[in-house]
């Protein structure tokens, strides 16, 4: 398990209260944090050692936050780099894929593309981990909350920390 830094920890466990302004930035937070949570088998490859590689498929916008929420916050003492995907493809070799809300449509094609992939999905749709996406954020009583599909995870050979299932609702 990557070790979890004191920050990420505390992203996780603050249950902020959010407007709709500093929802996405708030979001794009969880992202860099869940990286400290989760076990990927050791023979993970395509990003560069000492890499952890975000890709963003659909919301190009938020690739800018999570690019700035990386800045200087290596995880594990590996420097998280985030990348805008035209398609699942491009995903393939990350770490993590986030997959925006325009991909709705697309979600079954994009999660069977990645399916054989260690790579943890992640969305902030309704709906989303119910249909197989590992991680999806939503906002209940003005908070950012996370749902957590420990089959999707399993499916792709990840292991998530228990620290970040206790927080989570857990879906299949």
Known sequence: MLAATDGASQVLMRAQAVDAANSRQVKAEFIVSFLSFVDWPATKTGAPQGQLLVAILGDPDFAELVRRAATHR????????????????GARDAHLAFIGSSEAKRLPAILRSLATQPVLTVGDTDGFAHEGVAINLYTFDKRIRIEVNTTAAERAGLRLSSNLLRLARIVQ
């Not at 290596?74 to 493809?89: D, K, W």
Request: aromatic letters at 0%.
């Open 74 to 89: 290596p995880v594990a003492g590996r420097s998280v780099v985030v990348q805008e995907v035209p398609n699942p493809e």
